[in-house]
């Protein structure tokens, strides 16, 4: 891996900043890569699209911006459709597959969809549905390795909310690895 | 003396630049905190609120810019390490307690959180245009130190020794953070507190009475004391003698100035941080600081890769300016590059400095986003050109 | 044998004499503040005294006390940053109606409304005496001064009201013919937990009274004492001043309520329970 720009994308609420935060901590924390994560602030930023750019790499990070993802997830239709433009031609397309129709894809674009809110409810909270997505994401791209994702998991949750949200992540995680 | 481990988060962390600057503070033993909520520098006082009551700390948030800037010079009195925290808008309103800080000798910090200006500006987006507002914002003559982070681990690092270099030097110390850096997360390594080197507050061991505020001795740096010790003591903003008393006369005020400014310019080798990288061979040297030196180091590479031997030279400390260390480079270096997100501040310094001996180029960038690494590439690449034909004609000469 | 004065030993007297007027307030106004201190069951060491700018601005440079000349309109915040590293130490703010209520309106509200433990001893002589007589916050309507040479038409703060509604917890005013009743209440105002305020009625013969036609010094301290009437806890609404109109005089207020310490402590005490270490300072 030399680096590999990531957009997580979605709407205020859904917990799309911690899903860039526990894989940017998972790389770099528990993993010996480097991260960087940039996030868009301002009115703009709050309550409808909202996202955080993840760069991974196995070198020191320079330049701290994403410009051309080469995985993009999307949370929501608004945010698949603004952020697809600058996607690169053979990304990875990591989408809530009940939320998002996935529109307008590039040819060489592999798509993975998954019900993570759906899948959240059954768990009991359809707040987790981001940590479905991490377990999710973590299986299809196969970037970090599944142990180093879960530390990063517990460390990034509210204290009490481990036991659920692991359960979550590993939902994701095994959902992701059926389709390979 | 080694830093207080209540205060100190031991570990690795997945931090932003704002959130490792409050432990920063933390570590350094920074236990005062007054601020005013600006954006883009909010998440610093944010954390400090949630993190200063178990650590024996205390953060207020005060009325205003104003309020804050002077509100921490008592606390300074007080016994406490303390800092503030803003942004360009707010540093503006600082300014008059910038040099209240320089004249009384109070050991503070200020972070400035930088976004795009002038006025309201771009809030949310980064900018260094507020570089030559820490240098010379302040009415009248004085001298500061300025540190430009340019990742989280750095706001960290750098808060750190921001406070070291207050204290050593009874100077307001500028934490010069972006937007871009305070908002950047990235792995920040928090050594053990036993690891962690803190300058304390050098008080006098003179007895009330023989004690005299600013008698600064050859190291020219005077010794404190703090409010309760007994030492009915006297400070003020008027230009003042070795008593701390007023001294209104034209001999008075340059001997009270002077050592302000000579304190700092006298022991500027020892304060000067320098990131340097293959400048010894270099035809073209870029000079950058904070946020924008991980753009131009993504530049260099590109430049290097088209064999052009580029080197790098980054201010970790803005101010003073290393005006020796660019002289010297100036003798072999052809041109000097200088992008920053403003329009040309720290390079009227570094031309300056140079005063002709080499070519210097800007690259001006308004703020709201960080240069194109292409943008400095092709001014590193036309720096080179240019450089050379100025050399043949020296030579045709 | 010439017997040394004892508020002498209060005083910087290596700095006098003093650059005030003859017939200005603030030489009495610190005679009454040294007998306040020296009452107040506080060691000097324990007291700091801070003033802003101006010719009250002075008062802390001829204290032989911790004393801290600021900037213009700062002394309460500088004070609430000396008073929260130390809580130990009792602060008190020396300064005039200029400084403290126009430049450092906003300052001395908050310090209120957060019933900050400070003291503010607000000496007002309706003008700015150091650069020449303008026009201030208090000076009432159709006073004369050189930035209203038409005479003032700007409604001036009532203070002991101002203060009251903004949260403080004893208000008292005298003028600088109420010595002991002076020096009582700024010996109260410093005994007191929370933000207490003091204002001290003073003469500017040399600026203020001679474009208002009021006279020398004793002729102003003559009009103090004619014109003014003491009324413990008059209703803050009505003693506004008017120009060579009465005024009242008396401890207005004088109410408990908890400090900005004593919240601090009350909701970190709750909030991190036996964890909680009550705050102390910084020392």
Same mark, same amino acid.
């Given at each position: ?65 994403? %410009? ?18 600058? %996607? ?59 142990e180093a994702v879960k530390e990063a998991v517990k460390a990034s949750v509210p204290h009490g909310t481990e036991h659920m949200n692991l359960r979550a992540y590993e939902r994701g995680y095994e959902y992701g690895q059926a389709l390979l | 003396m080694k ?32 601020? !005013? ?165 050098? !008080? ?45 006369n034209a001999e008075a005020h340059d001997r009270c100035v002077r050592r302000l400014v000579e304190k700092i310019r006298n022991n500027a080798r020892r304060i000067i941080r320098l990131e340097e990288t293959d400048t010894a061979d270099a035809e073209v040297?870029?000079?950058? !600081? ?108 | ?24 307030? *603030?030489? &009495? &106004? ?61 602060? #008190? ?17 908050? =310090? ?14 309706? &003008? ?33 009201? *101002? =203060? ?54 004793? =002729? ?15 209703? &803050?609404?009505?003693?506004? *001043? ?39 300072? #910084?020392?």
């Amino acid at each position: 891996m030399s680096a590999t720009e990531i957009k997580f994308a979605g709407l205020g609420g859904q917990g799309v900043i911690l899903a860039g935060i526990i894989i940017g901590r998972a790389a770099s924390i528990y993993e010996n890569k480097y991260a960087t994560l940039t996030q868009s602030f301002g009115p703009e930023a709050r309550g409808s699209a909202c996202s955080a750019q993840v760069i991974l790499s196995d070198e020191k990070i320079l330049y701290p911006y994403v %410009t051309r993802p080469e995985i993009l997830m999307a949370l929501s239709q608004e945010a698949f459709n603004k952020f697809l433009p600058e %996607t690169r031609d053979n990304a990875i397309v990591i989408i809530e597959e009940e939320l998002v129709r996935p529109k307008g894809l590039k040819s060489g674009m592999k798509v993975f969809g998954i019900p993570a809110t759906r899948l959240a409810e059954e768990l009991g909270r359809k707040m987790i549905l981001n940590i479905v997505m991490v377990g999710f994401f973590t299986a299809v791209t196969r970037l970090i390795d599944y142990e180093a994702v879960k530390e990063a998991v517990k460390a990034s949750v509210p204290h009490g909310t481990e036991h659920m949200n692991l359960r979550a992540y590993e939902r994701g995680y095994e959902y992701g690895q059926a389709l390979l | 003396m080694k830093a207080d481990p209540k205060g100190v988060l031991t570990g690795a962390h997945f931090l932003d630049g704002d959130h490792a600057c409050c432990e920063g503070a933390l570590s350094a033993g920074c236990r005062f905190v007054a601020g !005013y909520p600006i954006t883009p520098s909010t998440e610093v006082v944010e954390r400090i609120a949630a993190r200063f009551p178990s650590v024996g700390g205390m953060f207020i948030q005060m009325e205003d810019e104003i309020a804050s800037s002077i509100a921490i010079q008592g606390a300074v009195w007080g016994g406490a390490k303390a800092m503030t925290v803003t942004s360009g808008p707010g540093l503006s309103l600082m300014m008059e307690h910038v040099g209240l800080a320089a004249m009384l000798e109070t050991p503070c910090v200020f972070v400035d959180v930088q976004r795009s200006g002038p006025s309201t500006g771009l809030p949310t987006m980064p900018a260094q245009g507020d570089m030559m507002q820490a240098r010379w914002g302040s009415h009248g003559d004085y001298e500061i130190i300025a540190l430009c982070p340019n990742s989280p681990q750095e706001c960290y690092d750098l808060t750190i020794a921001a406070f070291n270099l207050a204290e050593e030097y009874r100077v307001p110390v500028m934490l010069m953070m972006d937007e871009c850096v305070g908002h950047m997360t990235e792995k920040v390594i928090i050594p053990k507190a036993e690891d962690i080197e803190v300058t304390p507050r050098r !008080y006098t061991t003179q007895k009330p009475g023989k004690y005299l505020p600013y008698q600064a001795g050859r190291s020219e740096i005077p010794l404190m004391v703090k409010a309760g010790d007994g030492y009915l003591f006297h400070v003020t903003g008027l230009t003042h003698d070795e008593r701390g008393y007023p001294a209104m006369n034209a001999e008075a005020h340059d001997r009270c100035v002077r050592r302000l400014v000579e304190k700092i310019r006298n022991n500027a080798r020892r304060i000067i941080r320098l990131e340097e990288t293959d400048t010894a061979d270099a035809e073209v040297v870029v000079v950058s !600081y904070g946020i924008t030196s991980r753009v131009a180091g993504k530049a260099i590479q590109m430049a290097r890769a088209d064999g052009l031997k580029v080197g790098h030279l980054r201010l970790i400390t803005a101010w003073p300016f290393p005006e020796k260390r660019l002289r010297t480079l100036a003798s072999h270096v052809k041109a000097f590059v200088l992008p920053e997100l403003n329009f040309g501040q720290m390079f009227l310094e570094l031309q300056r400095v140079i005063e002709g001996k080499s070519s210097c180029y800007p690259v001006p960038h308004a703020g709201g986003t960080v240069h194109e690494p292409e943008a400095i590439y092709q001014r590193i690449l036309y720096a080179a050109r240019h450089s050379r034909l100025k050399d043949k004609k020296e030579v045709a000469r | 044998m010439s017997r040394v004065n004892p508020v002498n030993q209060y005083l910087r007297m290596d700095r006098m004499p003093h650059i005030w007027c003859s017939g200005c307030g *603030l030489g &009495t &106004t610190v005679n009454c503040f040294i007998r306040a201190i020296e009452n107040c069951g506080y060691p000097r060491e324990q007291i700091s005294i801070v003033s802003g700018i101006g010719c009250t601005g002075r008062v802390a440079g001829y204290l032989k006390l911790d004393s801290f000349h600021t900037t213009h309109g700062r002394p309460i915040p500088f004070a609430t940053g000396l008073k929260l590293a130390n809580p130990k130490l009792k602060v #008190v703010v020396i300064s005039g109606d200029g400084d403290l209520f126009a430049i450092g309106g906003n300052h001395f509200i908050h =310090a209120a409304r957060r019933n900050m433990d400070l003291t503010v001893v607000c000496v007002n002589n309706f &003008t700015y005496g150091m650069t020449g007589g303008q026009l201030t916050p208090t000076t009432p309507i159709d006073a004369i001064s050189s930035t209203s040479p038409y005479g003032n038409f700007e409604e001036p703060f009532n203070l002991p009201f *101002l =203060a009251e509604s903004a949260g403080a917890v004893y208000v008292a005013r005298w003028t600088t013919y109420h010595v002991k009743q002076a020096a009582r209440s700024i010996r109260e105002a410093i005994q007191k937990n929370g933000l207490s305020f003091v204002e001290i009625i003073s003469p500017c013969p040399t600026l203020y009274g001679r474009r208002n036609k009021l006279g020398d010094g004793l =002729a102003m301290m003559k009009a103090f004492k004619e014109n003014s009437a003491i009324v413990n806890g008059a209703d &803050t609404r009505e003693v506004g *001043l008017d120009f060579k109109g009465k005024i009242v005089c008396g401890k207005f207020i004088d109410r408990e309520k908890p400090s900005f310490l004593d919240m601090y402590h009350t909701t970190m005490a709750e909030r991190f329970g036996p964890f909680y270490e009550p705050y102390e300072g #910084v020392q």
